[in-house]
C-alpha cells in the first residue's frame, strides 16, 4: 500500500494549505500530493472561497522538491486539450518531472452553467473526454498532431517542448461509469481513481475496468489503483485506517487521503502513526 494526501483549495488560505504540503514533502510515507480542479466550492456553500487548481498546483510543485503533484480530476471542458497539453508539459519540465495529469469528463452543472461551459448530457460528455484523451496523448508525444473529432480539430499542432517524462506524465482518469469512462480508462490511462466508498464498490468497479482491459489487450497492471479515503472533521484516525485497510484488501494501490478544511499540518503526524502498519 502506498499513501498520498490531497488539500482542497476550497474554504481555505493559500500560507495553509503552503504549510501542509511543505511540511508533506518531509515525510516519506506520503508519494504524492493532490488538488481539486473547480471554480466554485463543492460540497459546501459554493459562494465560499477557491483557488484556481493548475495555478495552485504549479505554485505547489515549485514550493516542494519530491512529492509528485496532480489534481483529481480536471473537467476536460473547463480547457480545451490542447491547452492543458502545453500546460501540463509546461509544469512536468518546472517541476521536474513530478506531474500526473489528473483528468475527467466533467460533472459540475453549477459552475459549469455559471461561467457557460458547456457539459452537456452523459453522452456527449463521454464523446468529448475520449477526444480529449487522444488530442492529450497525441500532443504530448507526436512531433506533430492532426485530428478531426467532432469536439475537436487539430492540424499539424505542435506542443514544444515535450514534458520530462516520457512518453508523457502518467494520465489519472477519475470516475467510475461502466460503460464508457472505465473503457476510456483502460484505452488511455496509467492510473486510475476511485472516487470514494466501500471496499465492495471498489472491488466491482475494478473488475469492471480489467474487463475492459481484455477487451482491448490491455494489461490491467499497467493502471495504478487508487482511491479517495476521506479523514473526517472530527479527524478519525482510527476510522481512517479501518477504511484504507479494507480497500488494500481488496486490490488497492495507493490510498489518497482527503484532508478536510482547515487546512493545517498538525494532522499529519497522527495520519502517519494510523497509516505506517498498512505499508
Known amino acids: 500500500m502506498r499513501f498520498a494526501f490531497k488539500t482542497s483549495p476550497q474554504d481555505t488560505v493559500w500560507a495553509d494549505m503552503l504549510a501542509v504540503w511543505q511540511a508533506a514533502d518531509e515525510i516519506e510515507l506520503f508519494e504524492s500530493g493532490w488538488t481539486f480542479d473547480h471554480f466554485y466550492p463543492i460540497f459546501s456553500d459554493p459562494t465560499g472561497p477557491c483557488l484556481e487548481g493548475w495555478v495552485t498546483l504549479t505554485a505547489l510543485a515549485q514550493a516542494t522538491k519530491r512529492l509528485r503533484v496532480g489534481t483529481l480530476v480536471s473537467g476536460i471542458h473547463y480547457r480545451h486539450p490542447a491547452l492543458l497539453a502545453n500546460m501540463a508539459a509546461t509544469l512536468d519540465i518546472v517541476s521536474g518531472g513530478r506531474l500526473e495529469i489528473g483528468i475527467g469528463a466533467g460533472w459540475n452543472e453549477e459552475e459549469s452553467g455559471a461561467y457557460g461551459m458547456r457539459l452537456g448530457p452523459a453522452k456527449e460528455r463521454s464523446d468529448?473526454?475520449?477526444e480529449a484523451c487522444e488530442v492529450l496523448v497525441g500532443l504530448l508525444t507526436n512531433e506533430t498532431t492532426t485530428f478531426q473529432g467532432e469536439y475537436y480539430q487539430l492540424t499539424d499542432a505542435r506542443c514544444e517542448p515535450k514534458a520530462v517524462q516520457r512518453p508523457h506524465p502518467p494520465l489519472c482518469i477519475g470516475g467510475s461509469g461502466e460503460k464508457r469512462t472505465l473503457r476510456t480508462t483502460?484505452?488511455?490511462a496509467q492510473h486510475w481513481n476511485f472516487?470514494?466508498?466501500t471496499a465492495e464498490e471498489f472491488t466491482h468497479k475494478r473488475d469492471v475496468l480489467h474487463r475492459h482491459c481484455a477487451d482491448l489487450g490491455r494489461d490491467p497492471g499497467e493502471i495504478t489503483l487508487s482511491a479517495h479515503v476521506r479523514?473526517?472533521?472530527?479527524?478519525d484516525y482510527a476510522k481512517l485506517a479501518a477504511d484504507v485497510e479494507a480497500l488494500g484488501e481488496a486490490g488497492l494501490d495507493l490510498a489518497i487521503i482527503y484532508l478536510p478544511p482547515p487546512h493545517t499540518p498538525a494532522v499529519l503526524?497522527?495520519?502517519v502513526k494510523a497509516l505506517e502498519p498498512l505499508r
Not at 231 to 235: R, T, V
Open 128 to 130: 468529448r473526454f475520449e
Open 186 to 188: 483502460a484505452k488511455y
Open 195 to 197: 472516487v470514494g466508498g
Open 231 to 235: 479523514l473526517s472533521p472530527e479527524a
Open 269 to 271: 503526524e497522527p495520519l
